[in-house]
C-alpha cells in the first residue's frame, strides 16, 4: 500500500486452495474532502482443473463517513 496526502495506491495477490484458481487486485483512491473515490481492477485465473471460469472486473466506489 502507498499513501499519499490524499491518494492510496493497493495491490493484493491471493492462491487459492485445492487447485481452484489466483485472484489479484489493484486499487487507487483519492480523497475529495469528506469523500472517498476508488477505483479497482480485479482479475480472477481460474486453474484448468477447476471448471470454473477467468473473472475480469473493474470496480468504483464513493464513500464517506460521519
Not at 25 to 39: H, P, T, Y
Request: a negative charge; aromatic letters at 12%.
Amino acid at each position: 500500500c502507498i499513501r499519499d496526502r490524499d491518494m492510496t495506491l493497493s495491490a493484493t495477490y491471493g492462491d487459492w486452495d485445492a487447485d481452484i484458481g489466483s485472484n489479484w487486485i489493484v486499487s487507487l483512491a483519492k480523497s475529495f474532502g469528506k469523500f472517498e473515490v476508488s477505483l479497482a481492477y480485479a482479475e480472477f485465473d481460474a486453474d484448468d482443473a477447476s471448471g470454473l471460469s477467468d473473472e475480469d472486473h473493474v470496480i468504483a466506489t464513493i464513500s464517506t463517513s460521519f
